[in-house]
């Protein structure tokens, strides 16, 4: 990608990432003033992803850093806003999950199913949900860990 199309591409990732993440928001029934908040952290944390991926690094590292991000974030916004950091992250961090790999595992899991073992649909069907499951992993990591760090009750030492 060249430098002109990753420039235009970035913000179009942000905002495309931000409406579903308002959107899941809603579903959630979170407060409607901080519904931009969400948007924003959508929209910053798939951004960061975006930005990882470009650079060469793996999708489950970048959704654990994007989603640390958001964590980090939602709790710093949390204390600013007076609510709970998980109105701010959890539905920021739904437009990460891996829907596309997911879905290759299922179309390869039919694939078995129709035309019987194949050691070529079982490698894309293992390599697909193997790459869905860890990328949800490092999501799930990845937004609880800023919370453990910073609401301990006892010392890390």
């Not at 991926?53 to 949390?78: C, Q, R």
């Not at 998980?86 to 299922?106: C, W």
């Not at 070529?120 to 697909?128: H, S």
Request: proline share 7%.
């Amino acid at each position: 990608m060249t430098g002109l199309q990753w420039l235009f591409a970035l913000p179009a990732d942000m905002v495309l990432a931000a409406i579903p993440a308002v959107g899941f928001a809603m579903v959630f029934n979170v407060p409607v003033r901080v519904l931009k908040y969400c948007a924003m952290a959508g929209a910053l944390g798939h951004g960061c992803r975006f930005v990882l991926m470009h650079h060469g690094m793996p999708i489950e590292w970048a959704s654990f850093f994007a989603a640390l991000l958001v964590g980090t974030t939602g709790i710093i916004w949390s204390r600013r806003l007076l609510a709970p950091p998980h109105v701010f992250t959890v539905a920021a961090v739904i437009p990460m999950v891996p829907g596309v790999y997911a879905f290759k595992t299922m179309i390869a899991l039919v694939d078995l199913n129709q035309h019987g073992f194949s050691p070529e649909i079982w490698q894309r069907m293992a390599e697909n949900g193997i790459t869905a499951a860890f990328t949800v992993a490092a999501l799930a990591i990845g937004l609880a860990m800023p919370g453990l760090m910073f609401y301990r009750r006892r010392p890390v030492i």
